[in-house]
């Protein structure tokens, strides 16, 4: 039977944004009656090389190109597809829309990578080209939503949002009498825009603190302070879990520029799920999920990074007051259990307009 849909994530399962952005709604839309397929372009491989420190692996790059235009060679004439970004990553548009011809097709958009493409001049209008195209553009913020609007294609906006039951660390005592307990996830793709934090720990006006850095690759790092102890831990899923039940403070710090605003706040999210106070810079979306500081603190310098520290530290009815708001915050507004009929009703409509 030909599928209604197909789904191509850029990676497998393993990478966040595929696992959140398209991956987790595949129960729901099975639910639905929809017979989806899907084919995600980076395997699993690819995903470790490059959170180890690896370089680009062109073999794994070339084999996944070629097997996805094998699947594409055999899906059915006219069957809608998904796109997470864009079929072919870092090859022009010339390339890629000869393989649209034959689909309508939705762009997923969580990341500004169209602003990392404009800076090269052989894929600077890519996006463009694809937007004019497509039947819609799924955007996980209002800042992508009005850069993609810009283009005349029209935008659906669809936040990155989370399960928040099996993430509550349901902890209601304030941080104790020890170093403040303080945490970053990610991966080493984006352990970058912990820079920025690092003159934070210099300060002397913190109080004592740990840092907790889980899925980051220490070797990778630059610049790292002395004044306070950081911890770097592998990543999992059972161990994610683990690791933000017991975190005080859980930071979200973005280096500035475009690229930074156009992410989804998806670390933002799990900490809120799991009741862990948060801080972030304020980003368009930061804000927004933050509802303008009400459900953790927003930092826009060093001063204010330490000041919101010393406070959750010290102030403990605020820090419970934010611990307790956290998970009703993502449970109406960025859980799955919100968003999924919605994502069902809206594929489900492309479906049948096949675009």
């Not at 009741?275 to 953790?296: D, F, K, Q, S, W």
């Amino acid at each position: 039977m030909p599928p209604d849909l197909a789904i191509l994530p850029r990676f497998h399962c393993l990478g966040p944004s595929s696992r959140y952005r398209l991956f987790q709604f595949l129960p729901e839309l099975a639910a639905a009656g929809l017979q989806v397929v899907t084919q995600p372009l980076f395997g699993a491989a690819y995903l470790r090389n490059r959170y180890q420190g690896g370089g680009w692996p062109v073999g794994l790059m070339l084999r996944a190109y070629l097997e996805r235009m094998s699947f594409l060679r055999r899906l059915p004439p006219g069957t809608p597809l998904l796109i997470e970004k864009d079929l072919f990553p870092w090859l022009p548009a010339s390339f890629e829309l000869p393989w649209l011809r034959r689909h309508p097709f939705r762009l997923d958009l969580d990341d500004a990578v169209h602003v990392w493409y404009r800076r090269r001049p052989f894929l600077a209008g890519k996006f463009a080209a694809l937007a004019r195209r497509a039947s819609c553009i799924q955007a996980g913020n209002r800042w992508l939503a009005r850069e993609f609007a810009r283009y005349g294609a029209p935008v659906e906006l669809i936040p990155t949002v989370i399960d928040p039951i099996p993430c509550q660390a349901n902890r209601n005592s304030a941080p104790g009498p020890g170093p403040l307990r303080v945490g970053w996830i990610g991966s080493p793709l984006s352990q970058e825009h912990l820079e920025p934090f690092w003159p934070v720990l210099e300060r002397t006006d913190l109080p004592p603190l740990e840092l907790r850095i889980m899925g980051g690759n220490p070797r990778l790092a630059r610049g790292l302070p002395t004044r306070h102890r950081i911890v770097w831990l592998p990543w999992s899923t059972p161990a994610e879990r683990e690791f933000l039940a017991g975190l005080d403070v859980g930071i979200m710090p973005l280096r500035p520029g475009p690229f930074s605003d156009g992410k989804c706040g998806f670390k933002l999210l799990q900490y809120l799920a799991a009741g862990v106070p948060p801080i972030a810079t304020p980003t368009l979306a930061n804000r927004e999920i933050l509802g303008e500081g009400r459900y953790g603190a927003l930092a826009a310098d060093p001063a204010d990074w330490a000041a919101a520290l010393r406070r959750l530290a010290t102030d403990h009815d605020h820090w419970r007051a934010l611990a307790a708001a956290g998970p009703e915050r993502v449970g109406t507004a960025y859980s799955r259990q919100v968003w999924a009929p919605r994502v069902v009703a809206t594929l489900r409509d492309f479906v049948a307009r096949r675009g």
